[in-house]
């Protein structure tokens, strides 16, 4: 039984033949998307740039078989239906909670939280949110769409290469703002509404050590610092042995730091690491990914985007909240938006 079962019998199934849908973007908000309008019986298809799905639900493998979340580090769950969802995921053993000792750091002090917050990760990466969730929906990869365009009543997409991907009635850009404007050309309201959003960057480090870090906390806070936030990645479930962290640049370091190289920024936040932690720690292994796109702020404060007359849409954490559970909540409204929009033709 498919881990993401939740999603595909929410939405009733329009009579009459239904319009073809092509969803850009294979993060949470469009794998969501996808998925509730498959099993509403429409055909679906869609396409991400990247080597698989996920988009910022993202795990990197190290060669020693330790992995690393550099993108999404947890997700809470405050929604009925993402509650749900989460709950059906820890049932097949694909989330689990996290039970790291989560606190503030600042220049060697550390303050445990005070909030009983709980925090689900995916298992054995977060990215496997992202495999379940993509479950029979066929997701091309490695495809970067670069024009939707008029053709007759429906719409043409083009890649980057000059590849005809094909028509559709239905498209959706499931994409950071930024990058959704130049989809959305064919409804210049949407595209204005996503000029609007801002999304700020940032700096992720993947950092092996050889010895444990002494820091009595497995996920912080970061104060006074170039890092927002460390996470001590073995602490999560089902992940392998090994001293690993992902360290995350502010916002406003990664920002000021954004055009530099991650040869150049990965020893000068572990650097910031050593500082914030009070000692002496040197990694044996640091890279750096650049997130341009990291977290909306603030998100539209609409659950989704979507022009019934020409049938293009925009989904994604920048429009219904931040974080995880933001983007998935995104998908399903404009789940219901696509349908409401068949049923009222
Ligand atoms: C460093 C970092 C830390 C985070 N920490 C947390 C956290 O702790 N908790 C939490 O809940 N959330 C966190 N988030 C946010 C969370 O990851 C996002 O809110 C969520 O994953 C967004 O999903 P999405 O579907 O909106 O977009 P994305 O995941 O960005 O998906 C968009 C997809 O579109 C694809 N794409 C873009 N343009 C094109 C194109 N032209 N053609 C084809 N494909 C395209 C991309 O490859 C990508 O796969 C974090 C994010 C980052 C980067």
Redesign the pocket.
């Known amino acids: 039984m498919p881990a993401s079962r939740v999603l595909d019998d929410l939405l009733p199934r329009p009579g009459g033949p239904l319009p073809r849908v092509a969803v850009?973007?294979?993060?949470?908000?469009?794998?969501v998307l996808a998925r509730m309008l498959t099993g509403a019986g429409f055909p679906v298809r869609v396409?991400?740039?990247?080597r698989g799905?996920?988009?910022?639900?993202?795990t990197r493998l190290h060669a020693d078989g330790g992995t690393f979340d550099?993108?999404?580090?947890?997700?809470?769950a405050r929604d009925p239906l993402f509650q749900a969802q989460v709950n059906a995921w820890r049932e097949v053993g694909v989330a689990a909670e996290w039970r790291g000792r989560i606190g503030t750091l600042e220049r060697g002090a550390v303050t445990p939280s005070s909030k009983e917050s709980v925090r689900y990760v995916g298992v054995p990466g977060m990215n496997t949110l992202a495999t379940v969730l993509a479950e029979g929906l066929g997701v091309r990869s490695g495809?970067?769409?670069?024009r939707v365009a008029r053709d007759g009543k429906a719409w043409r997409l083009t890649s980057?290469s000059g590849e005809d991907l094909g028509l559709a009635d239905v498209v959706v850009?499931?994409?950071?703002a930024p990058?959704a404007v130049a989809?959305l050309e064919g409804a210049p309201t949407l595209a204005a509404r996503a000029r609007e959003a801002r999304l700020t960057p940032?700096w992720?480090v993947m950092a092996r050590f050889a010895a444990p870090v002494a820091l009595a906390l497995d996920g912080a806070f970061v104060k006074d610092s170039p890092l927002s936030?460390v996470a001590r990645e073995a602490s999560k479930p089902g992940r392998a042995s090994g001293e690993r962290w992902v360290l995350?640049g502010s916002p406003e370091y990664s920002a000021a730091h954004l055009e530099e190289t991650p040869e150049q920024v990965a020893p000068k936040l572990v650097e910031a690491f050593a500082r914030a932690v009070g000692a002496d720690v040197r990694a044996v292994e640091a890279v750096a990914h650049r997130?341009r796109?990291?977290?909306?702020s603030p998100p539209l404060d609409t659950p989704a985007l979507y022009d019934a007359d020409t049938g293009l849409g925009a989904?994604?954490?920048?429009c219904a909240g931040?974080?995880?559970?933001?983007?998935f909540l995104?998908?399903v409204a404009l789940a219901r938006q696509v349908v409401a929009g068949v049923a009222g033709q």
């Not at 796109?293 to 909306?296: C, G, L, Q, V, Y």
């Open positions: 850009i973007g294979a993060g949470v908000s469009g794998l396409l991400d740039k990247g799905p996920g988009g910022r639900l993202s550099h993108g999404a580090q947890y997700f809470t495809v970067r769409v670069e980057d850009a499931a994409v950071p990058q989809l940032c992720a936030w995350h997130w796109f990291a977290m909306p989904c994604g954490d920048w931040p974080r995880v559970e933001g983007a995104s998908g």
